[in-house]
């Protein structure tokens, strides 16, 4: 970015710093930075030492290959988790939502990323070997596929399915659909028809006198 | 350099990026218009209307408008969306490798309606073909024809004398077949009797005959290598697809491996952990 002469050097270097962000563009890095220069000195600080401090202590959990600040990380820890049943992501942010939802109860797998053969993004690119080496372990009954319904994660997902296949555990692939608050008239072909394909029964209601 | 004024044009949308937190750039090949960049706006938050009608791989019509830096998707509706193409790994693996050999020949704005046409031919065929590498050949064939790298599968392309089938070579960097006096001094690579015949057949017949034809796997394995040398040679660059191919073709072999290990005594740190919890 083109520095004016009316902003100082040490303030076009911080602006310069938040630019390179993702999602922030000149103006949201100028008012950042003016932000965090009428800020007590204190949040300064505070700032500048978790940017620190998430570069010096987070490292990839050995098991899960998550984002974490101790290895093994909480969630490979939980006795609680079957190891029965392992998700597989493209980023630790899915992990992050998949919990939000509450409904998984079992372990993770993040690959950071996704296969994108035109890009050059291959399997040896993302942490497939390290996923390999878990389904090992005889406990392993079921890999969930939760890429995201794009070409590239349906290219990894066909591609790990091709892999797994060959070693006795259940793949199973979360479904595809209309989300929630979408309109029908709106949603394109391949979404209606994975919609209508994997359609579910609806259970009859119920009376209150138990009939 | 965005255009002027809005449009409305047919499409099939090649590929797409990632731009920003919820847009994606997508690049699209219209009959008029060639390789158009456009950015698909909100498409990656879940309620967007317009992200499955500008999924790669597909069809449709674009309302395009000029915008600051890059063209804006205005409106989007699929003609073709090609399900088995992203239901199936094979035949997506093809259809890349044919996405990826129009994305890098074609440029910007340069109207381009007989790639076009063979593009929608080729992914229309693919989507219900039981064989989608014979395609893809047949695609590549046309491909460099179109390009001006016409392979010569009729006459020696050292001596131009008539080629009969047998002891052959196919040289990519001469442009075509080579007779067996010429190939004698080491010229290209081995060229068999049907892989000489089944080029020359792809040439003259239609997709939907090509898709016909049982290919033998050393024969597919010899078409690919001469057909993957030649586009490389014309385009000067390597496909990129095509790696993700040979890591498919890879993938159950990668798999038995990995079990192997697993009763070998290998991954069990989970175990190790649980002990250790």
Sequence with gaps: MRRSPATAPTIARLIDAFHRLPGIGPKSAQRLAYHVLRAPRSEAEDLAAALLDVKNSTKLCQICQNITDADPCELCLDPQRTVATICVVEEPLDVAAIERAGVHRGRYHVLHGAISPMDGVGPDDLRVRELLSRLGDPEVEEVILAMNPNLEGEATAGYLSRVIATMGVRITRIAHGLPVGADVEYADERTLRAALTHRVDVEPEQNSDGS | ?277
Excluded at chain 2, 84 to 101: G, K, P, Q, V, Y
Excluded at chain 2, 115 to 141: E, G, K, M, N, V
Excluded at chain 2, 228 to 234: G, P
Aim: overall charge positive; charged content about 25%; glycine content about 6%.
């Design chain 2, 1 to 277: 350099m965005p255009r002027v004024r809005p449009m409305r044009t047919e499409a099939i949308v090649l590929r797409q990026r990632p731009l920003g937190d919820a847009d994606r750039i997508c690049v699209l090949f219209a009959p008029l218009h060639g390789r158009i960049e456009a950015v698909a706006k909100g498409v990656r938050k879940p309620l967007s209307k317009v992200s499955g009608h500008v999924a790669p791989l597909s069809r449709g019509t674009f309302g395009i408008a000029p915008g600051r830096s890059l063209d804006i998707i205005t409106e989007a509706q699929t003609l073709d969306a090609w399900p088995s193409l992203h239901d199936d790994i094979n035949r997506m693996t093809e259809a890349l490798a044919i996405a990826e050999l129009v994305d890098r020949s074609t440029d910007l704005d340069i109207a381009a309606r007989p790639l076009y046409r063979l593009l929608h031919q080729s992914l229309d065929a693919l989507a219900s073909t039981p064989s989608p590498a014979s395609i893809r050949w047949w695609f590549t064939l046309r491909f460099l024809d179109q390009q001006g790298y016409r392979p010569e599968l009729e006459a020696c392309v050292r001596c131009r004398a008539v080629l009969e089938p047998d002891g052959n070579g196919f040289a990519a960097t001469e442009g075509g077949v080579v007779c067996p006096r010429c190939r004698s001094g080491g010229l290209g690579q081995p060229l068999s009797a049907p892989a000489f015949r089944l080029l020359r057949y792809m040439r003259r017949s239609s997709c939907e005959a090509t898709a016909q034809v049982n290919v033998d796997a050393a024969t597919a394995a010899e078409i690919e290598r001469h057909l993957r040398l030649s586009v490389e040679q014309a385009l000067d660059t390597r496909l990129r697809s095509r790696d993700f191919a040979d890591d498919l073709a890879r993938a159950e072999t990668l798999g038995k491996r990995a079990t192997n290990a697993a009763s070998s005594g290998n991954g069990q740190r989970e175990d190790q952990h649980r002990a250790t919890v």
